[in-house]
């Protein structure tokens, strides 16, 4: 329902009544084609607002090319028939005659169980500030602005370009933390959590398009604090983007070609300046100016800084039972952490609705498929555009040239977003008309689109196995970005290779399993008692397992959250809970030393002292945590006032005398991380250590408390705590890699030296308790466990998620799932928020009674296989057994369990007589695809490499 708000939301939990209004579109949604004619005759142009006023648009508009719906709208403001004036020139040209001048607004009321809001954000405005010189000098861009500019499918189709002259861009700056951490121009003290990475982002792409670019970035702390973060802000220093240090004082015209003027203070505390061609202000987020009226009507408590309020324990309640938030509704934060809050979401809401699931479903069906089997091949080919992502660099209408002229095509045809609706509607109108019995479309990776593709496929009556896609994105414009003649070769060849092996497919019939009610979940701390919960309470029975003798894990260490809740009675409450729930089987000192199985039905073996139980199981959750790195620098292992941060916490708690008569404490941050050993944040130090300082100085003010860090960061409202830190008079001194603070200990007493970045001299520090703030390690044992269950493990040796974005909680073998610190070092609330997600995303499984499975599977020729068992051996899922042939006791034959088969090809690739193959990758299939790759063709171009 788009173009709607809400108006009022009535009732309680299970039984809200939601008033919507709908602001008219002026187009009827069902008959409007989007073929463009009304645009096309429309004599009104205004800025368009999703290209950030770089280009125009016209009144009625699509709002950009993968809209959904996708169907024109008219802005009312504009529009001069609406306004009174003589036009109506749209409703004229409209050939599906969908205009509708006198729409009006309409009401609307639902009912519904539980609401989830989440009305996103919107970005700072600098026009007010003439700091920044934003909308006084024309080559000074916001962020969202550059973004626009740099996209494919942006007003200037990629290419680098002043907006001020349209000149070539040459030297450009990044400005950082503009709207963000700054009360004096924007009455933001808060950090926005994504400017510094997509700042980072922004200059890699922009480097990528032009490689002798000058790209600077001033910034105050740098913040790559997720996943992978500090290594792309590695990589963008190999890349040569330079980082300063600072924050820019001023900018100026220059009188030069409208340059920039640039003054700010070096890192050595002296005055310079740069000019660029191009700045771009990194603008924060705040909260969306509809929010106010939206948490009124729904009985949402919103902060001072306008976003809602929730507990770190239950980060998606609202505070008003039945209504959830997420995304940046509740806080900054990054894309990643918006989707694993939409599914802890989703979690929480249906939590409620339990009793009634599926009463209201409505199963999607699909028409008959089509038996093709003795047909001619026909085989349609659809090239897409990508905007200009592969037509940039790839030719794309020679390619859809050359295809024609492939053996068994019969249509060809360009897509400017093969992935859009309306194109996926096209792909199926062309499939009934022109009665093509294959299909190979030439875009981009099927890792993220393959599945849509195939889903259209049924949608029309084909098998989905009668498809195959020719990765010119990845394997073409992306390689040969440089090289358009030799991606443009690639492209021909791949699509050949497609084509050949498409002629040859055969319908696969899918494979369907049924599902075990029942969850298995390791690890007993937060994340795993969340999710063991959140499943059980859906009433899914759970095993949960823990190799200690008590729940909890590593919050039991824990005092308080960054909000001052009480972390040691949530996980009491948690445990008693876990005890006591009837859907629950806890198993304490226990592990898991076998696993086998796929989606659905998955047979874990549980090893316990008493002897090892069997357990069968639908899904599993991963959450064994993570530990604290035990080091060896900064005189650990010889004084006994140099702590780890948890042993500082429990000392100060029990009121140990060096604490409690302690008058200088010192904190060393980055303790074990962000180094060549261990090049990741540990995301949760500087918060922590802040907290501690801020209570140590608020029990005794005259404590001399310093915070030794190489950038502080404390993301999102967290910054929050370090603008107190520093007005209680907690002591923030920066020391870098090279330079690492050095702990002097002599008989009782231990001093700090550190090199002060303001006097840029050494500084002698006396210290009653030094306390180290170590990173955030995998448990050994993860390793073992991912053997088990054929689970990718990073290069820090945390899990690996099957897509940081698309699938942040999922890995890459169905059915299995992650949560807390076993992905990596993050604070409880997201810990839990993703247990939460782990949770949605498990009982999208268990729900069902069976379940489809690709029908990617291996399948056995019963005439050539001879039992030799080679492919037993050789098959890591133990998908295959060896079995008696019936009535032949002498004679055996393999076996292939649907269920667990993944479509490796391993036994494929074994067999010496073709006993085995895999669904849609045969011998000749395979065979088609090498012969064309080598064959000599027409204007085929070079070799595929």
């Known amino acids: ?12 939990v299970g039984h809200f009544v939601v008033s919507l209004k709908e602001h008219p579109r002026y187009v009827d949604k069902e008959k409007c084609i989007a073929c463009g004619e009304c645009a096309r005759v429309c004599p009104r142009e205004v800025k368009d607002g999703y290209n950030e006023g770089i280009k125009v648009r016209k009144a009625i508009y699509l709002k950009y090319p993968q809209a959904v719906p996708l169907k024109y709208q008219i802005d009312p403001q504009e529009c001069i028939g609406i306004q009174g004036g003589k036009c109506g020139a749209c409703e004229k040209a409209c050939p599906a005659g969908a205009v509708r001048l006198n729409d009006a607004p309409r009401h609307v009321t639902l009912e519904v169980g539980s609401i989830i809001l989440s009305p996103g954000f919107q970005t700072f405005d600098p026009k007010g500030a003439r700091t920044w010189g934003y909308g006084l000098l024309p080559n000074v861009v916001k962020s969202m602005e550059l973004e626009r500019i740099l996209s494919a499918s942006g007003p200037t189709r990629g290419r680098l370009i002043r907006p001020g002259d349209g000149r070539k861009v040459k030297k450009m700056a990044f400005l950082q933390c503009v709207g963000s951490r700054d009360y004096n121009k924007s009455s933001h003290g808060y950090c926005s959590s994504v400017c510094c990475m997509y700042a980072i982002k922004e200059a890699m792409i922009a480097k990528e398009l032009e490689k002798d670019l000058d790209v ?14 500090e290594r792309y802000y590695e990589r963008a220093k190999e890349k040569g983007i330079r980082f300063h240090r600072c924050r820019v004082h001023s900018l100026e015209p220059s009188s030069e070609n409208q340059r920039i003027l640039c003054r700010y203070i070096t890192d050595n505390g002296k005055q310079a300046q740069d000019e660029f061609d191009l700045v771009v202000l990194s603008v924060g987020m705040e909260a969306h100016s509809g929010c106010r009226s939206l948490a009124r009507c729904s009985g949402v408590e919103l902060n001072h800084n306008g976003f809602a309020v929730t507990s770190s324990f239950s980060p998606t309640e609202a505070g008003r039972a039945g209504i959830y938030v997420c995304g940046t509704f509740s806080g900054p934060k990054d894309i990643p952490q918006s989707v694993v809050e939409g599914s802890a979401a989703a979690a929480a809401a249906t939590m409620s609705l339990m009793d009634v699931r599926f009463s209201r479903t409505v199963q999607k069906e699909f028409p008959p498929e089509r038996d093709v089997r003795g047909e001619e091949p026909r085989i349609g080919v659809f090239v897409c555009h990508c905007g200009s992502n592969i037509a940039g660099v790839v030719d794309v209408k020679s390619l859809a040239d050359y295809a024609k002229c492939l053996p068994h095509v019969v249509h060809v045809e360009r897509n400017l977003f093969t992935c859009s609706q309306d194109s996926q509607e096209i792909l199926r109108r062309r499939i009934r008309e022109k009665a093509l019995n294959r299909i190979v479309v030439a875009a981009c990776t099927p890792r993220t689109h393959e599945p849509l593709f195939r889903e259209t496929l049924r949608a029309s009556g084909l098998n989905e196995c009668l498809f195959e896609m020719a990765n010119i994105r990845n394997h073409g414009a992306w390689v040969h970005a440089a090289e358009p003649e030799a991606a443009t070769a690639k492209a021909k060849d791949l699509v050949r290779m497609a084509v050949s092996k498409a002629a040859l497919l055969e319908a696969v019939p ?42 909890g894990g590593n919050a039991r260490h824990l005092s308080e959250t960054w909000k001052k809740e009480s972390i040691p009675d949530f996980v009491e409450n948690l445990i008693a809970r876990v005890k006591s729930h009837e859907f629950i089987s806890l198993h304490l000192k ?41 080091t060896d620098e900064y005189g650990y292992e010889y004084s006994q006032r140099v702590l780890t941060a948890l042993e ?38 500087c918060t922590h250590s802040i907290q501690s300082a801020i209570v140590l100085k608020e029990e005794d003010p005259r404590r001399n408390v310093y915070i030794l860090y190489r950038d502080i960061r404390a993301y999102g409202q967290r910054e929050e705590l370090y603008t107190k830190a520093r007005e209680l008079g907690v002591v923030f001194i920066r020391y870098d890699l090279h330079e690492k603070p050095n702990v002097l200990i002599q008989d009782n007493d231990v001093n700090v030296v550190v090199r002060d970045h303001v006097l840029n001299e050494p500084l002698r520090i006396p210290a009653d308790v030094v306390i180290l703030a170590t990173a955030i390690v995998p448990n050994p044992d993860i390793a073992d466990l991912a053997k088990l269950y054929k689970i990718p493990i990073d290069a820090d040796g945390f899990v690996q998620e099957a897509h940081v974005k698309l699938r942040p909680v999922d890995f890459s073998t169905d059915g299995l799932f992650l949560a807390g610190l076993v992905h990596y070092p993050k604070p409880i609330e997201e810990s839990v928020a993703q247990a939460q997600a782990a949770v949605a995303r498990a009982v999208t499984v268990l729900c069902n009674q069976h379940m489809i499975l690709d029908s990617v599977k291996a399948r056995v020729n019963p005439e050539t ?7 037993v051996d050789v098959c890591p899922y133990h998908a295959i057994t060896l079995e008696n042939v019936p009535g032949k006791k002498d004679q055996k034959i393999i076996v292939v369990q ?31 695809q090498v012969e064309a790759a080598l064959g000599e063709q027409a204007d085929a171009g070079a070799r595929v490499s």
């Open 1 to 12: 329902m788009t173009l709607t708000e809400v108006e009022q939301v009535e009732g309680e």
């Open 216 to 229: 600077s970035i001033f910034y105050m702390d740098l913040r790559t604090y997720g996943k992978n973060f």
């Open 510 to 551: 899918p494979v369907s399993i049924g599902v075990i009610p029942q969850a298995l979940v390791l690890g007993g701390g937060v994340s795993g008692m969340v999710a063991a919960l959140g499943l059980a309470d859906q009433g899914f029975s759970v095993h949960l397992v823990e190799k200690s003798s008590e729940l």
């Open 590 to 630: 226990s592990t898991v030393n076998h696993a086998e199985g796929a989606v659905g039905h998955f047979r874990s073996i549980i090893q316990k002292q008493a002897g090892n139980i069997t357990v069968d199981h639908g899904v599993a959750i991963l959450a064994t945590g993570a530990q604290a790195f035990k």
């Open 648 to 685: 500082f916490d429990k000392l100060h708690l029990v009121g140990d005398e060096r604490v409690k008569y302690g008058r200088d404490f010192v904190f060393i941050q980055c303790v074990g991380s962000r180094e060549p050993a261990r090049p990741y944040c540990s995301k949760v130090c």
């Open 865 to 871: 296989c001879d039992g030799c068992a080679l492919c």
């Open 898 to 928: 649907a269920a667990r088969c993944k479509g490796c090809g391993s036994c494929q690739a074994t067999c010496p007589k073709e006993g085995v193959d895999v669904g849609g990758f045969t011998y000749r299939q395979l065979s088609a």
